[in-house]
């Protein structure tokens, strides 16, 4: 099958496991401590209104992520919570959480947008402060949003490498590059099989922490507009916070640029800096990682299959 005749399919890393999404819902395979493969599956649910916003240019990045953050929180919790649970006591929390499932659900995916929400104001907002700090060595407004980047790119890199470090987000990066390496045989036309699959790169063009990096660049961009002022503080302040989502918007557009042009020669060096970052975000995973991710995907391929009768139609996703 020629990847122009596929849907792209995306994902996420989570705990011991990966999530895929599809033309019909999410699923995640994640390994239980007893070597068992469980499954969590949730069904995508797109409003008249959100359909409508995913095909205007621009605007569809807002709430691809948005809708990204909250179903991915879903199932970032429940591999937190299950991988390391003892099966014997399955029955017992079962019935804990089906007393407020719905609850629950609504919950981990409201903390999830928050939290993205946040964590994009604290990372945006933090240099424009350190930036204007050093205005007295660096007093003009292109010299402050160049230094603003700077330290922006400086937090990002030091970040992805400090929490690299400990065991536990070593191997979601790990499965985050089995996740990388499945979609990559798939579009490509491998067999789903261990081997094939570990002959692929774990580097994807279409990644979310290329996004992140296409953030800081867009965001230099933006604020070196003659009419975005850096003065006087408070402003500053206030217009990076009003210009953040057409950050958001223009990054998700660049991404999805760059994996269109991949495989046109000259062009595709546009992808480089996004896919150099992933040499930081992912890891190359074990066999018996892949097992888990192809899992996650084969279900995602059958309940789409299952559901094509209906005339579902796929959407890209940042993986």
Sequence with gaps: MSEQNQPAYGGQAVVEGVMF????????????????????????????????????????????????????????????????????????????????????????????????????????????????????IVPGETGQ?????????????????????????KRVFQYHGAEHKVINAYENGDKLTVEDIQKNSRLHYRCGSSFILFTVFVGILVYLLPFIETEPLWWRMVNRILLLPFVIGISFEVLQLTNKVRNIPFLRVLGYPGLWLQLLTTKEPKDEQVEVAIHSFKKVLENDKNASKSGIQGSKVIS
């Design 145 to 169: 949003v160049l230094l603003e980047g700077f330290i922006k790119f400086i937090f990002l890199l030091v970040y992805i490498y400090l929490i690299s470090l400990t065991p536990l987000i």
């Design 21 to 136: 999404a599809g033309k019909s819902g999410y699923v995640t395979a994640i390994r239980r401590n007893d070597n068992s493969i469980e499954y969590f599956e949730t069904e995508r649910k797109d409003s008249k209104l959100s359909k409508r916003l995913k095909k205007i240019p621009f605007i569809r990045g807002l709430v691809a992520l948005v809708q990204a953050s909250a179903n991915g929180t879903k199932h970032l919790n429940f591999s937190t919570e299950r991988y390391d649970v003892d099966p014997e006591d399955d029955e017992s929390i079962q019935k804990e959480e089906e007393t407020s499932k719905l609850a629950m659900i609504i919950g981990v995916g409201a903390v999830g947008v928050l939290s993205f929400i946040f964590g994009k104001l604290i990372f945006t907002l933090t240099p424009a402060l350190i930036a204007e700090f050093f205005r007295g």
